[in-house]
Each structure stands twice: as structure tokens, then as C-alpha cells.
């Protein structure tokens, strides 16, 4: 009887530990590029937003913003900001960041209320993750 007692105990903690470490929601995910209708105007208003990455290209060619797990795919131009802004608080969002030629040069769980500043890099080009290389980096600002 102890033992049942035990594993029943065990298997609880099993399931709440399992149940605290699911992923959160991302639907609530969007971005300022793409905020049309009104509940989208409600989180970008500063009392309603609860989680905002800013990623601003301060560099000279496009890139392109994904949030994995999500629709978010935007093009942000050169002097442009995107933020991803979500009415439910999220402590940080995964953030992948393309050149324009396509490649991949930023992946990262950036905190909340934080910037992602992407800038030129001048000379040679850098080795992204054993990709091609890019002409741009992204450099986290808290």
C-alpha cells in the first residue's frame, strides 16, 4: 500500500513538472508590420503590451524576421523597425534573422523589451553557423 501511495505520488510530480514545462502559446504572437485590426492596435498601445522585441535594421540591405512556431515572416527594409508584440507576457521569443540573400544569420531566445540592432559589417564576410557567410550581424540590446 506504501508503495502504491508512492508512485502515485510520483507520477503526480511527473505530470505537474510536465505540464509547467510545456511551450508556451505563440498565436498571441504578431508583429507591428502586420497590425491592422483592432485587437492588434489594442497590444501595440503601451498598457496593453505585455511582450515587445524590437528588431531594428540599422544596416544597408533588407532582412527578413521569423518567429518559428508562428506565421511571422516579415521583411524589414533598411532604417525600419519590426516589433513583435504579443498581449500575454513572454519572457523571451525565439528570433531567426535572414540576409537578403536568404541566409540565416541570427538565431536566438531574445528577453523581453529587448532590441535586436542589425548593422554592416565591412570587409569579409563573416561564416554564419557553417553557412554562407552574411554581410550583416544582429547584436542584442537590453
Known amino acids: 500500500m506504501k508503495m502504491i501511495r508512492i508512485t502515485i505520488c510520483l507520477l503526480a510530480g511527473l505530470l505537474f513538472s510536465v505540464s509547467a514545462l510545456a511551450a508556451p502559446d505563440l498565436t498571441s504572437l504578431r508583429t507591428s508590420k502586420h ?3 483592432q485587437s492588434s492596435k489594442m497590444v501595440r498601445s503601451a498598457s496593453y503590451v505585455k511582450t515587445d522585441v524590437h528588431v531594428f535594421n540599422n544596416s544597408s540591405q533588407m532582412i527578413t524576421v521569423k518567429v518559428p512556431g508562428t ?3 516579415d521583411t524589414v527594409y533598411p532604417g525600419e523597425v519590426d516589433d513583435i508584440l504579443s498581449d500575454v507576457y513572454f519572457d523571451a521569443v525565439e528570433v531567426v534573422l535572414y540576409d537578403e540573400e536568404g541566409y540565416e544569420f541570427f538565431r536566438d531566445y531574445v528577453p523581453n523589451h529587448a532590441t535586436i540592432e542589425v548593422r554592416n559589417i565591412f570587409g569579409a ?7 554562407q557567410g552574411t554581410k550583416v550581424q544582429a547584436i542584442i540590446k537590453k
Open 35 to 37: 497590425s491592422n485590426d
Open 125 to 131: 564576410r563573416t561564416s554564419g553557423a557553417g553557412k
Open 71 to 73: 506565421s511571422i515572416n
